[in-house]
């Protein structure tokens, strides 16, 4: 079953506004993805992270990776209509491990 | 880089019958594909890890006669879902690993509709 705990489930925001969103676990991953799927599509890997305290930015995405290793957040800035979709965290426990996936937090942005 | 294809990106089969997915990286060697299953509203499952040149390990509950898959090259991996049901029904999704990073692409899924 899943292992990481992601949130929130959903999300409703005007645009323009920022948006945070985060994924827990109980475990120390290696690495933390996060991606972003539109309906039909595949997801589409937005920003990596491969260590520990690793801040990165894409745009106007940031995602970080979590000092103790257990967690990681998503940050969108200045949120615009084609944000809308389900962002997904994903991580690997090891090396060579699957990867691992949060529930999603699905984001509606209002114009 | 790192792009990944599906086809078909839909199928339509009736109840029996058996259809093939094929999922192909297009511009890097993947010596490791997996293949996800998604139904509405819910994350990714894996179903298996298809090894180049190898048999795929299949996650646990998922059935390896019924879901046959082949990995005969370094880009190349084909899902074939045998004597298909509607409950077979779903959103099947591959990706696969750059060699060189933990970094996983996904194709564009394919959606399979049993009747």
């Known amino acids: 079953g899943q292992q990481l705990n992601q949130s929130p489930q959903s999300m409703f925001i005007q645009e323009g506004e920022d948006v945070s969103m985060n994924c827990t676990s109980s475990?120390?991953?290696?690495?933390w993805l996060w991606y972003k799927q539109d309906p039909g599509e595949g997801p589409v890997l937005l920003i990596a992270l491969y260590k520990a305290g690793e801040l990165t930015s894409n745009g106007r995405l940031t995602a970080q990776f979590g000092i103790t290793r257990k967690d990681s957040f998503l940050n969108i800035s200045a949120s615009i209509p084609s944000d809308v979709g389900i962002y997904f965290c994903a991580g690997h426990r090891r090396s060579g491990s699957r990867l691992t996936f949060g529930e999603g937090t699905q984001l509606t942005v209002n114009p | 880089g790192a792009v990944v294809s599906q086809h078909p990106s839909r199928v339509i089969c009736k109840s029996g019958t058996s259809v093939k997915i094929e999922c192909r990286s297009l511009?890097?060697?993947?010596?490791?594909m997996f293949w996800y299953r998604q139904f509405p509203k819910q994350s990714l499952m894996l179903m298996a890890t298809?090894?180049?040149?190898?048999?795929?390990?299949?996650e646990q509950g998922v059935e390896k006669d019924k879901f046959l898959i082949n990995h005969a090259s370094l880009t190349l991996s084909t899902l074939t879902v045998t004597s298909a049901h509607p409950e077979d029904s779903s959103f099947y999704i591959c990706?696969?690993?750059?060699?060189?990073?933990?970094?996983?692409?996904f194709g564009p899924g394919t959606r399979l509709t049993v009747t």
């Open positions: 475990s120390i991953f290696n690495t």
């Open positions: 298809s090894n180049e040149g190898s048999k795929a390990t299949y």
């Open positions: 990706s696969a690993n750059l060699r060189s990073n933990y970094e996983q692409y």
């Open positions: 511009d890097f060697q993947a010596t490791t």
